[in-house]
């Protein structure tokens, strides 16, 4: 069956400090679909990257990187000199392309906190 | 532009109103999704809309009922709702899901209902 599982239900960090968001998937498919999305307190989840199942390149978006690890399915997050900006709720979520559907399958949440 | 509109922002209702909560893309999206947050839970998904026909119902109580005027237009009628009903209600649109890979979904800020 298909889960996401984020470990990690609170995180609190101060600033400057680098910080890694973990998230386990499972799945049978073959072809499926990672995401991360952001979830300030006003609400709404903001997209942060999608990575599709053949691409493992890990990836680099400023202070944001993606380490993705098939052998161990694990799509993990690393913010690097945390600012207090990125204290938010972070979602890890899966899709399957045998669905078709585009439903989105969510872990938890993360909720990082940094302090000033 | 990657904007999702929700309308409106907060919404307090008794269990005998009938009201409705509408949410627009102009990002010439062409698959539309209705869902449900608790406090600290992810998203669930209620509908999606499939080029304005639905696609999917997540077994979501009647009470609810689904609108999608037009390919940019999504509403979301609400009637004899109920306390336990009271949740952060996002929209979110992306790319068609027949054609192509699955894409990431764009959410609106949320309707925050409250029922009393």
């Known amino acids: 069956a298909q889960k996401v599982t984020q470990a990690q239900t609170e995180i609190s960090v101060v600033e400057k400090e680098d910080v890694t968001l973990d998230c386990v998937y499972e799945?049978?498919?073959?072809?499926?679909?990672l995401f991360w999305y952001k979830q300030p307190p006003s609400g709404e989840l903001v997209f942060l990257i999608r990575?599709?199942?053949?691409?493992?390149q890990n990836e680099i978006s400023g202070r944001y990187s993606w380490n993705f690890q098939k052998s161990t399915s694990s799509f993990n997050f690393t913010i690097t000199a945390s600012q207090v900006v990125d204290s938010a709720v972070y979602f890890c979520a899966l899709s399957e392309a045998s669905s078709n559907t585009g439903k989105l399958i969510f872990g938890q949440g993360t909720t990082l906190q940094v302090k000033p | 532009d990657t904007e999702v509109t929700q309308t409106p922002k907060h919404l307090v209702m008794g269990m005998t109103n009938k009201k409705s909560l509408k949410c627009e893309q102009h990002?010439?999206?062409?698959?539309m999704y209705w869902y449900k947050q608790k406090a600290k839970k992810p998203p669930e998904l209620m509908f999606v809309y499939s080029y304005e026909k639905l696609s999917i119902n997540e077994s979501v109580p009647s009470r609810f009922s689904p609108e999608c005027p037009n390919s940019s237009l999504l509403n979301l009628h609400l009637h004899a709702l109920q306390p336990e009903d009271s949740a952060l209600y996002l929209c979110?649109?992306?790319?068609?899901?027949?054609?192509?890979?699955?894409?990431?979904?764009?959410f609106g800020p949320g309707t925050r209902l409250t029922v009393t």
């Open positions: 979110a649109s992306s790319q068609g899901l027949a054609a192509g890979p699955l894409v990431e979904q764009y």
């Open positions: 799945t049978r498919d073959t072809t499926y679909y």
């Open positions: 990575r599709n199942s053949f691409d493992e």
């Open positions: 990002m010439g999206h062409r698959a």
